[in-house]
């Protein structure tokens, strides 16, 4: 079955970077639409950053430039480097397998990881 495991997630300043990963199995991971998408206390999920089969990408405005999304189709793996954090950053960031495109509407994911949590303080 397909299985989205995160990791890298952690405390950074404000200022500071952080690479999260994605490890992907149960699927073909070199033809999935794949994004991260995030989530903070009392917020609404939201999409960070999508990548489509070809390795075209997309990107919500607040993230634009600091964040950029990748995948490594040999290792099925996602990954999401973020310079530059701000506190408002701080979220419980999730990695997502698409039924459609570079979209960042959570109606069009269909398969979840459990998420790692990044805090940024200033």
């Known amino acids: 079955q397909v299985q989205l495991v995160e990791s890298g997630g952690g405390s950074v300043q404000a200022g500071g970077s952080l690479t999260l990963s994605c490890a992907a199995s149960g699927f073909f991971f070199g033809s999935a639409y794949m994004a991260w998408f995030r989530q903070a206390p009392g917020k609404e999920r939201e999409g960070v950053a999508a990548i489509g089969d070809d390795g075209t990408t997309t990107y919500a405005d607040s993230v634009k430039g600091r964040f950029t999304i990748s995948k490594d189709n040999a290792k099925n793996t996602l990954y999401l480097q973020m310079n530059n954090l701000k506190p408002e950053d701080t979220a419980m960031y999730y990695c997502?397998?698409?039924?459609?495109?570079?979209?960042?509407?959570?109606?069009?994911?269909?398969?979840w990881g459990q998420g790692t949590q990044v805090t940024v303080s200033s």
């Open positions: 997502a397998k698409g039924r459609v495109s570079l979209l960042l509407f959570s109606w069009g994911y269909n398969a």
